[in-house]
């Protein structure tokens, strides 16, 4: 029914200079924008919504009376995302005491149009929180009975807070609201929206379409006169039809969405209705439009007089014009005509947060708010000029953008173009009113309907949107902002970008260079390397071999140390810059060698030069000579020296950033090093010597020596002329290390260990579920579970277990298992036969003791592949040791959350525990009382940035320090403490020549 065509980009580079965007915006608006005109058309319409204020619950009231940015506005916006949802009383108590406790709703309200109200409001929930327990206690008897009453109207008013903003718990209860408001405004028409986050399984993903068809069908029955345009229709998520919306999968998405979207479509298109396609984060974008031609084809073969389907484009991304141009072109090729809603866009944290995290070139969204209008005024001009093709939608409460609009509708290019404007339910109703009573303009309710359970993303990404201090819904309720403020020209770019580009973001350290796998031009070299590369057999090294470098090393260890610290930290960027250049051809040999994913392969090159660069700049921080203060006629400092020969023996599980980061750090503290690389990935290990050796590192400060660790890496170990060893392994051969080092004679020598550990997860039942099955996901299955920092044990409260838990089994069964040279793959083989082995006996054992919750199905005949699986368990202590792979052990909980902090305590690792929880303190309690190196609260806890998050456990986890960390070069160093008696030789010149001056 539907094939994948061809990849190919559509649109210009989504990472290109803002300005570029800009220039374009600008051109396609000069000569065709007067905008005082605009300005002064829409001053008055502000004064009046200002002389007219729209009631106290209307959003703009909500937000003049409790911004978001107060402590008072996030705490009542966090209980209504969170509470309710929360099942039990004991959480919901603890998360209403938690937020309400944070803020001062006592404090003296300014005068406002609605004080008495506000006033009113802040007494009871000042009133209200002395019948709640303090964070962290258990209330007694009496207080509990207060506590739930508390709990009970807080839910109540945060279900009638979610009547403002969602039209109805269902399709007929929304329609029936729709009518009652056209008795006011006959004119009115809406956009039904069904609620709820995108589907994370086939199962939520058929509950969304049949939501979607329920509604087209309640719709049609209801239709009044007029084509699409005059009539109620539906707006539809691609991410809620099909869990694996994304680039990676676009076969599948072909093959399973496509056919999925196509039967509302028809049943839109028979009704005559107008379907919406919403608009997704900009990584998603080219695999929209490739959706939506598809179906345009095939609605020009089935309905070519349709004129009701449609798509949402975002402005503040940097593609739109572009966008809008790509869609027009589509109408023209296909003979259809389309409705375009354009909207300012619900991502730009998200959107801003992945282009740092990725370390991409630049942002796909513009970085001031008023670029964004800018792009926004260019795109409504071209929509405007292709009306013979699309019917434009315009989705904003900015006056001034309004006023704008009409303008252009009314100029020369616009003259004639059908159109509409829109705002959402429950906002903006106060500026529509002015603008409707001056000019017959159709308005269009962009209407949520949903369980209020279910509005949390929702309304809180709204909050988000126009509560933040910059937004025009913001301002106009704000009468401390001028109103020719307010409506300044967006006209004006700024000179320099409203945020540090992600290569920037730390400052003097560059950030590493990423690449975005959505990208075909940024993918494409990628998988040329992979193709290209071929992996060679290496010699081990023979105990002379060892003995002769050691040797050198040894001799050459004073002529390093003593080369000033700048020389060997420019060295060590030299290594990075050139790492970071090469980043395709590192990832081609971690595909091949090491097994993994085309992303794990980025984030690994990346990871690696990030620790090359910190140390460079660690180094130059911390190793130089310090003087300390000391008695007159003294000067005392404090020196850094290497130690001599350090053995560095890294893991096959990361075979590049490990290695590196040893490597790195024992070099710059001044260090010759003999570097042992896991057996099964040395030709990684090898061409990054290659670049250290390039850099500058002479031939004998770094010696290769590759083999087995129970000869090469013994041997090491055992070598007299060792003076220090930094593993990464396992627990059981640190303890080796560390028993060989200590029955050695000669002088003590340091034993720097990062080791595993059974990684727990704690959930309680504020925590929303789609974020828990993402994290979990992720921190247990992703690079098959090879990492020290996987999830092991994931711990859920009994009130929420069953929901997430048939979540995750759903998440689990779309995950895609095979050749990690597929950009398609989620998880690729395990790392040998030995593993494999060892974790099949594993999974058998679990099987036959433990209750099975799911196992993704595997479709591939790659050898070593090991399915995600996971199972229930009766209690923590049954997990006894670290499963190294994709193992997940469940385990409910109910009662106080210390007593299971004490009971992950007792297992004795130490190394990361991720928290799911809304309740802050709670979070922080459990912190405190973990005995682990990395806490991670509401997100996934893998993939630990250089710098950011230094990394390390303790107890069997590890010795300390964290790797990436300010402490961490300390250790790999000898530290000598130089006093000079300055007034030996004829007094204290300085003190007596002070005294002379006096």
Known sequence: MFTAPPEAARLPDPYRPEREALDAALSALAGRLDWPRAAARAAPWVRAVRDKPAPFWAMESLLREYPISSAEGLALMRLAEALLRVPDAETAIALTADQLGKARFDAPHEQGPHRMLAALSASAIGMSKRFLPEAGHQPGLLERLGAQTVVAATVRAIQLLGRQFVLGQHIGEAMDEAHAQRRAQPALRFSYDMLGEGARSEADARRYHAAYAQAIARIAQARGEGGPEACDGISIKLSALFSRYEMAQRERVCAELLPR?????????????????????????????????????????????????????????????A???????????????????????????????????????????????????????????????????????????????????????????????????????????????????????????????????????????????????????????????????????????????????????????????GADLAVPAQRAPLLAAVAATRIEAMAEATPAEIAAAMQRLHAA?????????????????????????????????????????????????????????????????????????????????????????????????????????QVAAALVAGNTVAAKPAEQTPCVAQRLVALLHEAGVPADALALLHGAGETVGAALVADARTAGVCFTGSTAVARLINRTLADRDGAIVPLIAETGGINAMIVDSSALPEQVVDAVVTSAFRSAGQRCSALRLLLLHDSVAEGVIQMLRGAMAELVVGDPALLATDVGPVIDAEAHAGLRAQIERLKREARSIGETPVNSTVERLIAPVAFELNDVAELKQEIFGPVLHVVRWRGEVDALVARINALGYGLTLGVQTRIDGRALRIAEAARVGNVYVNRNMIGAVVGVQPFGGEGLSGTGPKAGGPHYLYRFCAEQTLTVNTAAAGGNVELLAGLARE
Request: charged share 20%; proline share 5%.
């Open 261 to 321: 979207v196509w039967t509302l479509a028809d049943a839109a298109a028979r009704a005559d209705l107008n379907l919406t396609i919403d608009a997704e984060e900009s990584e998603r974008l080219e695999l929209s439009l490739d959706v939506f031609e598809a179906l345009a084809g095939r609605i020009a073969r089935e309905h070519p007089c349709w004129r009701g389907f449609g798509l949402a484009i975002q402005a503040y991304q940097t593609r739109a014009l």
């Open 557 to 661: 260890f004073p002529q390093w140390s003593a080369r000033p610290v700048a020389e060997r930290a420019d060295v060590l960027r030299r290594t990075a810059d050139a790492l970071d250049a090469r980043l395709s051809e590192f990832c081609g040999l971690l595909v091949k060698e090491a097994h993994k994913t085309l992303a794990d392969c980025v984030a690994e090159v990346r990871e690696a030069v990030d620790f090359l660069r910190y140390y460079a700049e660690q180094a130059e921080q911390r190793l130089l000579a310090q003087t300390l203060p000391g008695p007159t006629g003294e000067h005392n400092e404090l020196r850094l020296h290497g130690r001599g020969v350090f053995v560095c023996i890294s893991p096959w599980n990361f075979p590049l950033a490990i290695f590196a980061g």
């Open 323 to 513: 966008v809008v141009e790509e869609v027009a072109r589509i109408a023209r090729a296909h003979g259809l005509r389309f409705m375009v809603r354009l909207v300012k866009g619900a991502y730009w944290d998200g959107e801003v947060k992945r282009a740092q995290e990725l370390g991409l070139a630049g942002y796909p969204v513009f970085t001031h708010k008023h670029h964004t209008d800018l792009s926004y005024l260019a795109c409504a001009k071209a929509l405007l000029a292709q009306h013979d093709v699309i019917y434009p939608q315009f989705a904003t409460h900015n006056a001034g953008t309004i006023a704008a609009i009409l303008q252009m509708a009314e100029g020369a290019e616009g003259s004639g173009a059908a159109f509409e404007m829109q705002r959402l339910h429950g906002m903006g109703e106060s500026v529509y009113r002015e603008v409707m009573a001056g000019a017959a303009v159709p308005v269009r309710i962009y209407a949520p309907v949903g369980e209020h359970r279910d509005l949390l993303a929702y309304l809180v990404r709204r909050l988000l949107e126009n509560g933040a201090n910059s937004s025009f819904v913001h301002q106009l309720a704000d009468p401390q902002v001028d109103v020719d403020a307010l409506l300044a020209s967006p006209l004006l770019p700024a000179q320099t970008p409203g945020l540090v580009l992600p290569r920037d973001l730390y400052g003097t350290r560059p950030n590493s260079s």
